[in-house]
């Protein structure tokens, strides 16, 4: 039950108790804070904390609880003089089985991290001087979400991708997997993708609401979720549609998994907040309107009905969920 905030260049870890949310340790980063993800190296039982700052600094930190102290566990560099910064805020996803992530650093490129060797070993690894770090060829058109899923059929992480759509209010989802000794791109499972050594571009599915959120599902149901146009869309590993449900946010800006597969909380970016339930096996969902909160950047689930709101517009805020 333990959440970590970014204010700037500061790390701070709270943990939830019976007065609310205390804090139990922090740290100075160097560097303004862009991206704050959560991932669970090989071999690990506790998560680590994957940091990308403003100037494109990469550092993987490990919180000791005997010791209630962050150490490092790895450091790396995204910057590339060759290479056009994004205007856009960074996009981030991490590998549900603690072998990759996925940044977006600069302009129509994806930055993959391998991590399948890294481990907590008490030495910090330069990932940059270890070619642990590589950029996909050109991820267009405008990008808009990335998610690695927790189920695919290759063996390489498989990650999906948002796109703006030809028409307007249209999307385009694509996906590939990641070939991290080659550093390449790879359809998945034959559905045409974003090729990386220059071969067609094509996009896999093509959406017809207004989406802006992808989310990858539990590896017990597979696929993906695709949020925002006031609808949520749900997929299977290989893109074919599975079910759908009316309602939610227009934008949908984060959601995250309560206390089982089948409850999620979805907020919105003008502060709305939604309980997503998905019920047999994914062939039925239903959403309902629970309120308003504060714009979230991101949404923790801390016990069943515990949910914090963490903004960066707004005051951050502890919910008690209630739903019928």
């Given at each position: 039950n333990e959440i970590a905030l970014a204010r700037g260049s500061s790390l701070e870890l709270f943990s939830l108790g019976s007065a609310g949310l205390h804090l139990t340790c922090s740290c100075r980063i160097n560097g303004k804070v862009s991206v704050l993800e959560s991932i669970r190296?090989?071999?690990?039982?506790?998560?680590?904390?994957?940091?990308?700052?403003e100037k494109r600094?990469?550092?993987?930190?490990?919180y000791d609880l005997t010791a209630q102290q962050i150490s490092t566990v790895a450091i790396g560099s995204l910057m590339d003089?060759?290479?056009r910064l994004s205007e856009q805020p960074m996009l981030a996803?991490?590998?549900?089985?603690?072998?990759a992530m996925a940044i977006s650093v600069h302009e129509g490129l994806l930055s993959f991290v391998d991590l399948s060797d890294l481990t907590c070993t008490g030495t910090v690894t330069d990932l940059t001087a270890a070619g642990?770090?590589?950029k996909s060829s050109q991820m267009t058109p405008q990008l808009l979400d990335i998610a690695f899923l927790d189920s695919c059929h290759a063996g390489h992480p498989c990650i999906a991708s948002l796109h703006e759509g030809p028409d307007s209010g249209s999307r385009s989802l694509v996906l590939n997997s990641v070939n991290l000794s080659s550093g390449e791109l790879m359809p998945e499972n034959g559905v045409e993708g974003q090729a990386s050594r220059g071969r067609q571009k094509t996009p896999a599915k093509m959406l017809k609401v207004a989406a802006t959120k992808i989310v990858a599902m539990p590896a017990a149901l597979g696929g993906l979720l695709v949020l925002g146009g006031n609808s949520v869309q749900l997929f299977d590993s290989s893109?074919?549609?599975?079910s759908r449900a009316a309602g939610g946010p227009n934008e949908a800006?984060?959601?995250v998994r309560l206390n089982s597969d089948s409850r999620w909380a979805i907020g919105g970016s003008k502060g709305d907040l939604y309980v997503l339930f998905v019920e047999e096996a994914g062939c039925s969902l239903l959403v309902q309107c629970i309120g308003l909160a504060s714009p979230a950047r991101s949404l923790a689930a801390l016990s069943a009905d515990h949910v914090f709101v963490?903004?960066?517009i707004a005051d951050s805020q502890l919910l008690r969920l209630e739903t019928g």
């Open positions: 190296l090989q071999g690990s039982e506790l998560d680590q904390l994957v940091i990308c700052t600094q990469l550092v993987i930190l490990r003089s060759l290479s996803s991490s590998d549900p089985k603690g072998r642990k770090i590589f893109l074919r549609p599975v800006s984060t959601a963490a903004s960066a």
